[in-house]
């Protein structure tokens, strides 16, 4: 067992685990913050992403232990209090999930993508989204409900 | 908004056809939203499988003792009189829990080990050992079907307890054939008499993946009184509630099934074997209290071992005159299915539907069959057969409408059924929206301007199109139950699957339409057999149709309890009384109302009830029956509920020096009949054609090797992702709304539509591009280089789908 | 995963002094987004975890007109994708990065953890290659330089010591006139590739139809990334046409040995190889000639 500190969701959290916990049973099995899904345990799906230090991260292939000392942000952590955080509400606006399960990763890596570019083309979206599957919508809504936050422009008519 | 029958539908509606926010989004998009592969209960147990690595073989023995105690091990089961007493299956019972006798694909369930954690699980599985005595494995399809197949699987196939409603058909002399569906209109052999050319032809279709984000997963929880409980990812709850306790010989009140209100997707793709298992494995624990297991396939699993997309093998021959009028088709079809027959029963028969309604045939011959090979199960994904058998049809009626020069547009528009037409069950087709479809498809990939020049002289680039249709299955029920609060607010308890479609959504707006409140002041319960009543299933797209009647007769059930009780109170005629806003009121005097709060009485202690009646709660059966196909002809004048048409055009660029294939431009037209819900009916656009069909056209394939899948992972068994699909501007859906008379406000269902035509719509593009039919899917790069290859050294411009061997050359071996 | 025994090493000293001591049983951790996937299937069981992602020294993007471009190894790919300096300098890295796996696996990757895993379908290996790129290598007792294309020498075999960790990339200046690019076919855009070509040529100073030098680099059509110098000859110090450029394409075709699996045959990546070749031979000139 080794010991660890990190942030969660703006909750600091000592503990102590096996080192061969990654990242992502940590935050669903440990935590109990289940919006972090296992989707297929290589990094290949996106379920899984998270934000360390505000970048998108695929955490099934993190070790928890990498994390000492940082910061983490899972999709539960995303709302600030009641106030949902302007992608979540572009989602709901859009339709841009179905079945949800690719959404919580498809929503952190939008969020972090936009936060260091936030006037994207649609080329660039879809070159941020590449590493998240989604089997359900296509991502035609999902693109669209990303370019909608953009805020140089308008809200894209759905 | 099309309405196209003397059945007119008011379009002005509150809450009907409006984009109604999903109901369940805001716990999608904050991480709120638990799903059966969340579930973590007290002393759970972890459930893993010991798999057959032969296709095969006889099983021997089976050596449980190492495991049995590792510690950490709680339960081991093997397929025994105990442990799997009874078969099940959904239409032939050919199927144990776990395998008896035989192993018959690699990754049958052989054994099972429930354990404190996955790992101990994992380990336990290594410790079984298990002695086979292999056998011949049959994979091909011509070979499974032949009359002299190199294994049978089912020796004892005649005997198996079949379902009563519709009984799958053997074939006498072909071993492995688990169903036979025929279709004869007006056939014999003068049928191809007045054809001025006919062409024949042979297609196939690759094996593909659900894909379903979410892995099969089920929780199976027994309580103190020995009552199970099995929580799981299936799209049919009470499907698997017979399945469960039949093959069990347990009551069905004994077992209660839930299915959670978010599930990561189906595509026809949910058999339950999860939870089957898990089943398995709580009830074999000793002693008490009993604890909960949960069995999650991995990510590897669910590729490997649960259910598939079946190969086909479609030969079709199709006649017309000069004129472009079709004459005769006449088709075998033969749905590879893989060791146990599962939904692919159903779909083998029900795969004929597509060809039968797409087009006016007078003279109509199918047969379509469906064999067992020793691969894991195949059989049903989004399209049930459909875009399989439609594949070949629509790429058969391109190469005629070539053959003819006749436009392949003109050639479909004048061919399609339209309302009134008989179809080849010679039913009379009601609520067709083809021409709609093939004219807006037509209108959005601008049909008949050349695409724009490439950029490069080794781009090539193309256009085409394809008609198809979607039946939505009889014989159908569904039932549910509407309760009205005394808050005033509505509940509706139903067995759908919210599977991400949005069914929680546009029930709700049924319920908002039929109460005028809020769609937030109606909820929707998650499906659980204590609760929600009987459902077919979430499958067929039956559900908007099937579910949305039977919520109006509910809805019609409850509002007579609703003003029975306010009449007395008003004092008015029932017949008066109308209910909005939570209030009921006469309707032309809105002053004489009471609050819907107001019918229930207050009793000491607490609580509110009612004098009689007990609650407020309509229920409601919703049961279409049909009319089953005559056994020799097919004929009836009600085979299915509805259909659902569509068409779908793509523009394609080939690079020619290295295959590459991309779709630059991709259009679809669904005929939904009322669309309950713009923003879900472009939903299941979007993922049925951007995802699937692109997916199932280009790049996916489960390849195997000696009944081994070598692709079992997201590197190698390739979905799309974003940068596979055109842009967004490059991308159009039109809905068409083609009311259907008995479907609510005039609807029918999507849900599978979106993906029947694409494939042959992409392969008549790439044909007009670079002049290569292909006769198989998916359409590889390599392919597409051995093809130009091939036409450059030969001439020869037709590739794969053995399209040079027939069903028949088996007969002589 | 088997058990293990973590150290995280804050800096170069340390790790090295950690290695030398755990080395045979060890591995190196940076990014692992090869290392964690392996070894959750249990593929890779080492004893000892010594993670140097957090060696924070060793993450920066350096030029200079002398000594050229300097990586640190724990930069990451997203770094280098994101670079202003590398997008003017070296537009061909920035390019590649852009179809490397996924945006969350480049902002966790490092540079020399892809390296040093020597994955035979690596996009970064045949890039630097390209670039005549030499890696910095640092044990307890020291430091030595090594040519990337002879760091890498076999299918996931560098020439990394056990005692060893790579501390910087680096790429000798931008030269005038020059241009390389690379590109990788696969089914998908940030699939591993199929066949995937990095050239890089430098025209004569007089002569702009004359190619100086080039260096042709392919991956994933052999056990490891490397140079086709066969195909380089038939091109350097020659005057570049069609003919000579289709030679060079047809060297390649012969001389790479690429393995058939379930997204191509051997001959089908041989002749995308070849293609390959010829556009990005084409591609680089242009890129050359217009600066």
């Given at each position: 067992m080794e010991r660890m500190s990190l942030t969660v969701n703006g909750e600091t959290i000592e503990t102590q685990i096996n080192p061969g916990t990654t990242l992502q049973k940590f935050l669903h099995?440990?935590?109990?913050?289940?919006?972090?899904?296992?989707?297929?345990?290589?990094?290949?799906?996106?379920?899984?992403t998270v934000r360390v230090d505000g970048k998108a991260v695929k955490s099934c292939i993190i070790l928890a232990l990498q994390v000492n000392g940082k910061s983490v942000q899972t999709i539960e952590g995303l709302a600030k209090g009641e106030t949902l955080d302007p992608v979540q509400e572009a989602f709901l606006d859009h339709g841009a999930f179905q079945c949800g399960y690719c959404t919580p990763g498809m929503i952190m890596t939008s969020r972090s993508f936009l936060d260091e570019n936030p006037a994207p083309s649609e080329k660039e979206i879809r070159y941020a989204l590449s590493g998240n599957l989604c089997r359900c919508t296509g991502y035609h809504k999902i693109v669209k409900a990303v370019l909608s936050v953009d805020p140089k422009k308008e809200i894209v008519a759905k | 908004m099309k309405v196209k029958n003397e059945h007119e539908y008011n379009n002005d509606y509150e809450y009907i056809g409006k984009p109604e926010r999903n109901v369940n989004g805001v716990e999608k998009v904050t991480g709120a939203a638990k799903f059966c592969s969340d579930i973590e209960r007290s002393r759970m147990l972890y459930g893993k499988v010991k798999r057959s690595p032969y296709p095969h073989a006889r099983i021997i023995s089976i050596d449980t003792s190492k495991a049995k105690v590792l510690p950490g091990v709680k339960v081991v089961i093997v397929g025994d009189e105990e442990t799997a007493p009874l078969r099940f299956g959904a239409g032939v019972a050919d199927e144990y829990v776990l395998a008896r006798g035989k192993v018959l694909y690699v990754g049958d369930a052989v054994a099972a080990v429930a354990a404190e954690t996955e790992e101990i699980a994992e380990a336990a599985v290594d410790l079984i050992e298990v002695e086979y005595e292999e056998l011949t494995p049959v994979f091909d399809g011509d070979e499974a079907f032949s009359q002299n197949p190199p294994a049978i699987l089912h020796e004892d196939l005649k005997n198996y307890t079949t379902i009563r409603s519709v009984p799958p058909r053997y074939a006498d002399k072909r071993p492995n054939v688990f169903n036979y569906f025929r279709i004869r209109r007006d056939y014999d052999k003068n049928a191809f008499k007045d054809a001025d050319i006919v062409l024949e032809n042979r297609f196939e279709v690759a094996m593909i993946h659900h894909v379903q984000m979410e892995p099969h997963c089920g929780v199976a929880e027994i309580d103190g009184t020995g009552r199970l409980t099995v929580t799981g990812t299936t799209s049919k709850p009470y499907g698997m509630h017979r399945d469960i306790s039949e093959s069990r010989r347990m009551p069905s009140s004994t077992v209660r099934v839930i299915v959670p209100t978010h599930v990561g997707g189906s595509f026809g793709g949910r058999e339950p074997k999860a939870e089957q298992i898990a089943a398995s494995l709580a009830l074999a624990q000793k002693g008490f209290p009993k604890r909960p297991v949960k069995m999650w396939l991995t990510r590897e699993e669910q590729l490997m071992t649960s259910t598939t997309r079946a190969r086909y093998i479609v030969e079709i021959k199709t006649g017309a005159k000069k004129d472009g009028t079709l004459v005769a088709n006449e088709m075998t079809t033969i749905l590879v299915g893989g060791a146990y027959a599962g939904t692919g029963y159903l779909t083998a028969r029900n795969g004929s539907f597509g060809p039968a309604a797409n087009y006016k045939i007078p003279h109509f011959k199918l047969d379509a069959y469906g064999v067992y090979t020793n691969q894991r199960m195949a059989g049903a994904f989004r399209g049930f057969g459909n875009a399989e058998t439609l594949w070949g049809m629509e790429c058969n009626m391109d190469m005629i409408a070539e053959k003819l020069n006749i436009d392949p547009l003109e050639f479909r528009l004048m061919n399609c059924t339209d309302e009134g037409d008989l179809n080849a069950f010679q039913e009379k087709m009601h609520s067709v929206g083809a021409k709609e479809c093939l004219q807006a498809a037509a209108r959005d990939i601008e049909w008949g301007k050349k695409p724009e020049s490439p950029k490069e002289p080794y781009l090539k680039m193309g256009k085409g199109i394809a008609l198809g249709n979607k039946y939505s299955l009889v014989p159908t029920a569904s039932a549910c139950f509407v309760k009205v609060h005394p808050d005033g607010r509505v509940e509706l308890r139903t067995s759908t699957v919210e599977l991400g479609q949005g069914s929680n959504t546009i029930f709700s707006q049924m319920i908002s339409e039929e109460f005028k409140i809020p769609v937030s002041k109606v909820r929707v319960l998650n499906p659980d057999t204590d609760c929600t009543p009987f459902d077919l299933g979430t499958a067929s797209s039956r559900s908007t149709f099937n579910m949305g009647n039977a919520i109006r007769k509910a809805c019609a059930d409850a509002k007579k309890q609703l003003f029975e009780i306010a009449a007395k109170e008003l004092d008015v005629s029932v017949d008066l009384l109308v209910t909005a806003q939570s209030r009921v009121f006469v309707k032309d005097d809105p002053e004489k109302s009471l609050d819907i709060s107001e019918l229930f009485i207050p009793m000491v202690i607490g609580g509110y009830t009612l004098k009689e009646g007990g609650e407020i709660l309509g229920k409601a059966t919703y049961y279409l029956p049909g009319v089953m196909p005559d056994p020799e002809t097919g004929k009836s004048s009600r085979p299915a509920s509805f259909y659902m048409f569509v068409a779908q055009a793509a523009e394609v660029e080939v690079d020619i020096q290295t295959g590459k294939i991309k779709v630059t431009k991709m259009v679809t037209a669904n005929d939904c009949g009322k669309a309950m819900n713009p923003i879900m009916v472009e939903g299941q656009q979007d993922g049925g054609v951007l995802s699937m069909g692109i997916g199932s056209a280009l790049l996916e394939e489960v390849i195997v090797d000696n009944g081994v899948m070598l692709n079992p992972q997201f590197a190698d068994y390739k979905i799309p992702t974003t940068l596979d699909c055109p842009d967004c501007d490059n991308y159009k859906s039109a809905i068409i709304e083609t009311a259907h008379r008995e479907g609510p406000w005039g609807a029918k269902g999507v849900g599978e539509g979106t993906m029947v035509s694409s494939a042959p719509a992409i392969a008549n593009a790439i044909y007009d591009a670079i002049g290569i039919r292909f006769h198989e899917i998916p359409i590889t790069p390599e392919k597409v280089l051995a093809a130009l290859k091939e036409k450059e050294k030969s001439g020869r411009a037709t590739f794969g789908g053995n399209h040079d061997k027939r069903l028949s050359d088996m007969e002589n071996k | 995963m088997n058990n293990f025994e973590y150290f995280a090493a804050s800096d170069v000293k340390e790790a090295c002094s950690l290695l030398s001591r755990y080395g045979e049983e060890a591995k190196v951790l940076a990014g692992g987004q090869s290392l964690v996937s392996m070894m959750k299937q249990r593929l890779v069981m080492p004893s000892y975890l010594i993670d140097v992602k957090g060696i924070l020294e060793l993450d920066y993007i350096r030029y200079d007109e002398k000594e050229g471009l300097k990586i640190g190894a724990s930069t990451t790919h997203r770094s280098i994708e994101k670079s202003p300096l590398i997008r003017e300098k070296f537009p061909m890295l920035s390019d590649m990065e852009l179809n490397l796996a996924s945006m969350a696996v480049r902002n966790w990757a490092t540079v020399g953890g892809n390296l040093c895993g020597a994955d035979p379908a690596s996009d970064l290996a045949p890039c630097l290659m390209a670039l005549g790129a030499q890696v910095t290598l640092a044990c307890a007792s020291g430091e030595r330089m090594v040519l990337l294309e002879d760091f890498i020498f076999d299918s996931f075999e560098t020439m990394l010591r056990e005692d060893e960790i790579m501390t910087q990339i680096q790429v000798p200046a931008k030269a005038a006139r020059s241009g390389g690019i690379y590109t990788k076919f696969a089914r998908r855009a940030t699939d591993l590739g199929i066949a995937s070509v990095a050239a890089h040529l430098t025209l004569d100073e007089s002569d702009p139809d004359m190619c100086k030098d080039i260096r042709i680099v392919l991956g994933a059509v052999d056990t490891y990334p490397h140079r086709y110098k066969r195909a380089e000859d038939l091109i350097k110090k020659k005057k570049i046409n069609d003919a000579v450029i289709e030679k060079a394409a047809q060297a390649v075709f012969e001389d790479c040995q690429p393995t058939s699996d379930t997204n191509g045959t051997e001959e089908y990546k041989r002749e995308i190889a070849r293609v390959l070749v010829i556009r990005n031979i084409k591609e680089a000139i242009a890129r050359a000639r217009s600066l």
């Open positions: 099995d440990t935590l109990g913050l289940t919006g972090t899904k296992e989707g297929c345990g290589e990094g290949l799906c996106g379920c899984c | - | -």
